[in-house]
Nanobody, 127 residues
């Protein structure tokens, strides 16, 4: 089992920045690829959207087209933490953001390929 807890959500104006963190516990963090997903208001869990992912060692990253160039994913295996730095935020970035762990070393964009999930943290971007 892996437990994931997200931090750092909040309310920000368009153009602003937020930094989300996810702290993992329970198993060897470096054995897992990590991802961030988001669920927009009114959307179901099955409609969670891929945001970014990072491989077990941090050498490979992947981003959705909607956030590429604005968001950066990173990880610190010594601190069991994965971080999502979000810049130039837009109102359409408003969503609950979820951290997820995948029992594999490589990234994946499909939420069905992730095994553990955090409880989510809300990000609201005002116009």
């Amino acid at each position: 089992q892996v437990q994931l807890v997200e931090y750092g959500g909040g309310l920000v104006q368009a153009g602003g920045s937020l930094r989300l963190s996810c702290v993992a516990s329970g198993r060897t963090f470096s054995n897992y690829a990590m991802g961030w997903f988001r669920q927009a208001p009114g959307k179901e869990r099955e409609e969670r959207e891929f945001v970014a992912a990072i491989s077990y060692g941090g050498g490979d990253t992947d981003y959705s087209d909607s956030v590429k160039g604005r968001f950066t994913i990173s990880r610190d295996n010594a601190k069991n933490t994965v971080t999502l730095q979000m810049n130039s935020l837009k109102p359409e970035d408003t969503a609950a953001y979820y951290c997820a762990a995948r029992r594999a070393l490589d990234t994946h964009t499909d939420p069905e390929n992730y095994d553990y999930w955090g409880q989510g943290t809300q990000v609201t971007v005002s116009s």
